[in-house]
């Protein structure tokens, strides 16, 4: 009876924010612990990276209100007690960061081309823009006008690739990679499930060939040995040389992705579109790879981002890409030092572009309701 | 006009006809290629064949923690330095990579939420940033420690500078293989210990402390063998002479660089397989084995994580072969793997671009598919049996 005459205790918070906190950090002796050590070392750490990168830190001006030309004029080398990051260095080398060498005079091409390959990728990215069709035709067409914009010709001057440089070489590299890949992608993935078996053969022994070497080597392969696989006089540029390689090597991998979506396709797709008697090509190409597509589009996003990431394995060839520039900024006897700023730069644009893109995958993974990963990277 | 037709679209026709055509582009384009070559080879008086592999390479390799290297040895030599170098940094990357990943895969799972958003924000990061910038930013960093003369020193013995860390280097006397034979007897005494008991407890139900046993086997046994011995073992220390360390264990900031980068990129992609594998887990297996009785970490040791390891060891699989291509990038921090010396220095001396290339990439081949038949052994040890 004794029991029944006890106060009972109010229950504990299970909602509202004490109830979070409890459930979330505080469940029990060693959860709290950890939860304590965390906020201490959180304590301590962010305070110093705010102060680091933001608030000591050098923008344009040092401490002494000087516009900053070397890394000598850098408040923490004048004294190493005042100041953190200078910044300075990426806004004075900013327009070699974006465009490389581009002629100051003819930077407003790559501009055009900046803004052109947004609304390019618009209907892309965005399967519910009004007047989507019109915007794709512009899409198909941008690669040409691209070229002869950044290139020259048809009355623009000629800029040679050797004086493309920084983000603009990333994007050139990333974005071609990935658009040649595609369609040379599904001929292999194609190739390797058709019933042909030289075919089959031969398309099964490039991907596992390329697949099973290091992008480096196919660097070194375009720059060291397609020379001598030509012919005198037919001189190819670096640039393109570079190109060759990566697309070779993107489309291996995308091969595999899409072969990965046409195994995902039901038996029953393929009869159906027999027996309505279409040929090898209108099948695939009216039934099967639509849908073979669509399924594939997340894993295809992923190898992307892992593209993009290594396109920066160019500058052991000598091409001048985003970190390129970086590295040939800190070579520079001005800027001796700067190493963190400069990474940390580079990074931070590397960063917003793969995590968009990984973003983007995942938003499409949801929307598609499937979750098909390649196990790529 | 039917008929003619019917004969095109004869499928057995049409197949040879295409795989025909196929072949016989290939082959002319195979033809025009090894014609240009041999014509490009000629004009550059660049000699072809193997026989530059004897030439003395005529350059020094800075790390070659396995095989002593002199600047009058071979170009043959280079390779296999090169070679070891690249599994060396590769087996120990992903060793470290395979434990860093699993631990930071199981905390992403913890129920402290602060914790889960901080491996959250590590992985993020650093599978985002690309490896090459992460491998050249870890060689910055190292190269800016002190000057040797300045060397932090580490518990009296380890000394670390720019140029490294050096350690003391273990020297084995005569009495030592004992000691060695000691371990590996005790490392197959305890495998057949471990299936013993697991055997008896197949029949009988009585456990065997396996774990504790193996330990005091594979530790405890040579290390009283190896005082019995007399310690058959001493250290040479480094010692500062002149401007640099003489003597020691070196381990150079290169691979300190290459190590640390590719474990820690590799860690985040591992750390994500592994959280996938563990989700794939359904919620009723942890419950049934709570209901059973079993304690939380044997409900993650017997239930779990078997179950996940199906999940989780094809997209491993495919992590260890891109940490493997990936310690190719080397070349950019100056460590002296396949790629930086053999496919870098010694083509470049020797011109013969299309012999070092070829190597090179089918050494890559043999590693990748050596990587992939073991663990296909080890996923079918793995999968689900039916009795």
Redesign the interface.
Known sequence: MNEMNEVRKPPVATTGIIGWLR???F?NWT?SL??LF??YCLYKFIPWILDWTIFSADFKYNYLGEQITNQEMCSRNLDPENGGACWAVIYVRFYQFIYGFYPKVEVWRVNVAYFMLALALLPLLYTKLPYRRYFLYFTYIFPVIAYFLLNGGLGFTEVSTNKWGGLLVTLVLGCTGIALAFPIGIMLALGRRS?????SM?CTLFIE?I???????LL??GM??L??????GIDMDGLVRVLVAVTLFQSAYMAEVIRGGLQAIPPGQYEAAKSLGMSYWRMNLLIILPQAIRISIPPIVNTS?GLF??T??V??VGILDL?GIG?GTLADTNWLGL??EI?FF??LV??IF??GM?RYSLYLEKKLKTGI?M??? | MRSNLGFFSDEKFRSIFFQTLVVGLFALGLFFVISTTSYNLEKRNIATGWSFLQNPAGFDISFSPFLEFKSTDTHLKVYFVGVLNTLLVSVTGCIAATILGFILGIVRLSSNWLLSRLVYIYVEFSRNVPLLLQIILWYSILIQLPRVKQSLQVLDVFYISNRGLYSPRPIFESGFSYVLIAIVLALISSFLINRWAKKRQDKTGQQFPVFSSSIGLIFIVPLILFFILGSPMSFEHPEMKGFNFKGGLVIRPEFIAMFLALSIYTAAFISEIVRAGIMSVSKGQREASAAIGLKQTWIMRLIIIPQALRVIVPPLTSQYLNLTKNSSLGIAVGYADLVHGFGGISLNQTGQAIECMAIVMATYLSISLTISFFMNIYNRSIQFKEK
Do not use: Q
């Not at chain 1, 697949?211 to 080597?217: D, S």
């Not at chain 1, 020379?227 to 005198?232: G, I, V």
């Open positions: 459930i979330n950090l469940f959860n950890i939860t965390v906020i019933k042909l078996p030289i075919i031969m060939f697949r099973g070497v290091p992008l480096i080597t070194f392969f060291v040995m020379p001598l696989f030509l012919p005198e981002i990431k290594d920066t394995l500058i052991i970190l590295r190493s963190y990474y580079v990074s590397f960063f793969t995590f990984s990963n196990g790529a990277d």
